[in-house]
């Protein structure tokens, strides 16, 4: 087996919407890796295609209209989710703000600056509500920012890497793992695993994953799988890669998803974990737009089945509440499909779905629902619901 032992994810989005499922070769195989499940999509070989309804990701829908207090009012952000609370890290510059599961807006979390508990840009954030805990991971830095549910600065966590560029982490069980883009001779660990103290369990060195100081690359952590998953994109500079499981007990990060181009030159990809059932393969073409400026072009997605490995080019179409629209595969993390929709938006979309001869009554009630009230000044609007297991 070639250099499989790099890592890789994309922070890009597309769509390839392709034709009906056939049969043919599976296009995947499974080798085993001291004793460990590897997966090797042999792209090449990948033929058919396939639509992956949402309603066999997603266990039920569930829609929350914003506040639009003026506090409150936001242009979109990454969304996190706790039993009761729904926190945002909004893309502009402006604090992360705080709402409870019905969209009430309740208070902004820390604030933008260079003060204590300050910050500029967000990289991660998790509420842990069980502990009255808000977690927030700046860029480039040596602590994890901790707050109380009511918004008080709580004693940072120091981290076992004093520098961690466009970090991800979770925190489960009072132990905090933590990625970070492995910069050739400026950062120490890939990934590692400490407590909200100093004790640091386990650690993997960063230098055998060293990629070049280049911030158009991304780490990626998505919490869909049995351990903690993590893969490393590289934009101008794709390599022969895999997707990892971080063992933290054993300090080891297992090999659990590759692709075999079948060509000497690799093209951009990032590898993901979609779900506990789905691998997926997303592949695209870099396009210069500008003089300095490049973007992906020409999206593809293979989707990878764990049971009975077979792979097929796939897209993923919403049959919830937006009849036939596609979803994107980052609309899933941490066991959650989350979409942030600005309100004029999702109101346009919606008009449009209540046009179809086709939608079910249960639809089209959910629909006509979400309408209602609906205005296109409206803040926000978070459509959520819990992945099937």
């Not at 997605?301 to 077979?310: A, G």
Request: a negative charge; proline letters at 5%; charged letters at 25%.
């Amino acid at each position: 087996m070639k250099n499989r032992l790099l890592l890789a994810v994309s922070a890009c989005c597309g769509w390839f919407l392709a034709g009906s499922c056939g049969i043919s070769d599976p296009g995947v195989k499974v080798e085993e890796i001291n004793g460990e499940k590897l997966y090797v999509c042999e792209v090449n070989k990948v033929k058919d295609s396939m639509t992956l309804p949402l309603s066999e990701l997603v266990e039920s829908l569930h829609i929350v209209k914003l506040d639009t207090a003026r506090a409150a009012l936001i242009k979109g952000g990454v969304v996190v989710m706790s039993d009761n609370y729904i926190g945002i890290k909004p893309w502009d510059r402006q604090p992360f703000k705080l709402f409870d599961k019905q969209g009430k807006y309740l208070r902004d979390i820390g604030a933008i600056g260079k003060g204590p508990g300050e910050y500029l840009v967000l990289g991660c954030s998790q509420i842990d509500e069980a502990n009255n805990q808000i977690y927030l991971l700046p860029w480039q830095t040596g602590q994890l920012l901790r707050y109380d549910l009511e918004g008080n600065m709580l004693p940072p966590v120091k981290l076992a890497c004093d520098f961690i560029p466009k970090g991800r982490f979770s925190v489960k069980d009072g132990r905090l793992t933590v990625f970070t883009l492995p910069f050739k001779g400026s950062v120490k660990y890939l990934a590692f695993q400490q407590d909200l103290d100093t004790t640091v369990y386990s650690k993997i060195p960063a230098e055998p994953y060293a990629i070049p100081f280049d911030y158009s690359n991304e780490v990626f952590h998505s919490g869909s799988g049995e351990l903690p998953d993590v893969y490393v994109f590289q934009f101008f500079n794709p390599a022969q890669d895999s997707l990892f499981h971080y063992d933290a007990a054993n300090n080891r990060l297992i090999p659990r998803l590759t692709a075999d181009f079948g060509t000497g030159k690799v093209p951009m990809h990032s590898l993901g974990e979609l779900s506990s059932k789905y691998f997926y393969i997303e592949t695209a073409e870099v396009k210069q737009i500008e003089k300095q400026a490049f973007t992906g072009d020409n999206y593809k997605y293979i989707l990878i089945q764990k049971k009975n490995p077979r792979a097929n080019y796939f897209h993923i179409e919403d049959d919830l509440l937006l009849k036939g629209e596609p979803v994107s595969v980052y609309a899933f993390t941490n066991g959650m499909y989350i979409q942030n929709w600005a309100a004029i938006n999702l109101k346009t979309k919606l008009e449009k779905v209540l046009e179809r001869d086709d939608l079910s009554e249960e639809i089209r009630a959910r629909v006509t629902e979400t309408l209602s009230g609906l205005s296109e000044d409206d803040n926000n609007v978070i459509v959520w619901g819990k992945m099937k297991k």
